[in-house]
């Protein structure tokens, strides 16, 4: 199983505090237009999250360079979706991680599975990945960035994942 | 940068001498204050598209020649809930369901090209 991230999911799983996490279970991999979205040009306009993405994809995370062809459809989406597009016919058992409404359209209509980074948070807890209290307070550290039906969502998720079970 | 292109464009009286009085209060001439309130309203232009579900926040940020952070940051103070649909998060909790089963055999992290 391999993950691919869009800008959208790295930046969230990284507010969220839990890429690292996330980048030392699971096979992650970003095309190289992902890369330069969040962290070369993030970094140029000085956003810390830049250099904390920067710091958390090395050696972790497959940044991998992809060609788009010229005169294909965009869709409506960056050149770092596009590229997720790109790749996907060259990796077995991925998925994508993006909460980005266009993208999961154009995902949707080719029946390409994702998660959405707040679902992320629900599968590396009952994974075991995270304890219940780690994902309970990544929810709240993404909360502000993502839909209020998202996070009382995946808030009931933890919640009844963690029904008979010990806390931390 | 991207190029500029040159618009002649006409403009309300008032909105003109609104501009000027924003250009004297920010040390600024007349139409930097015009450019900044046109890129301003492309923004919030460009956010409701990505709520629509119409272009990507990247496709966006390129649009508007900014950083995707900015789109965020723009968002949350603007108070603009951005994300995925009711049927997209639908979808992604049945994965979310196939998969949260305790990994027995995690996989090895790839390394940075």
């Given at each position: 199983m391999q993950l691919l991230l869009d800008a959208d999911g790295l930046i969230k799983l990284n507010r969220a505090g839990v890429l690292i996490q996330l980048a030392e279970t699971h096979p992650c991999v970003i095309p190289g237009a992902v890369y330069d979205e969040v962290v070369t040009r993030g970094k140029v306009h000085l956003y810390p999250d830049a250099d904390a993405i920067e710091a958390a994809v090395a050696g972790r995370v497959a940044v991998m360079p992809v060609q788009h062809g010229p005169?294909?459809?965009?869709?409506?989406?960056?050149a770092g979706e596009r590229g997720i597009l790109d790749l996907l016919p060259q990796l077995d058992d991925a998925f994508v991680v993006s909460d980005d409404r266009r993208f999961l359209t154009v995902l949707s209509m080719r029946g390409i599975a994702f998660l959405t980074p707040a679902d992320m948070l629900v599968v590396l807890a009952r994974q075991g990945v995270l304890t219940e209290a780690e994902a309970r307070a990544a929810l709240e550290r993404l909360r502000p960035a993502i839909r209020t039906k998202a996070y009382w969502d995946a808030r009931q998720d933890l919640e009844s994942r963690g029904e008979g079970h010990e806390e931390e | 940068m991207r190029k500029n292109r040159v618009v002649p464009l006409r403009i309300p009286e008032h909105l003109d001498d609104l501009a000027a009085l924003s250009a004297q209060e920010e040390h600024t001439d007349k139409a930097t204050a015009l450019r900044q309130w046109l890129h301003e309203g492309a923004a919030h232009y460009a956010l409701e598209l990505v709520a629509e579900g119409r272009i990507s926040m990247s496709r966006a940020a390129e649009m508007l020649d900014v950083a995707v952070y900015e789109l965020y940051r723009l968002a949350e103070r603007h108070g603009v809930e951005l994300g995925a649909t009711d049927e997209q998060r639908r979808q992604s909790r049945a994965l979310a369901s196939r998969l949260g089963q305790p990994s027995a055999d995690p996989h090895p992290p790839p390394r940075s090209l």
């Open positions: 005169g294909e459809p965009e869709f409506g989406l960056g | -």
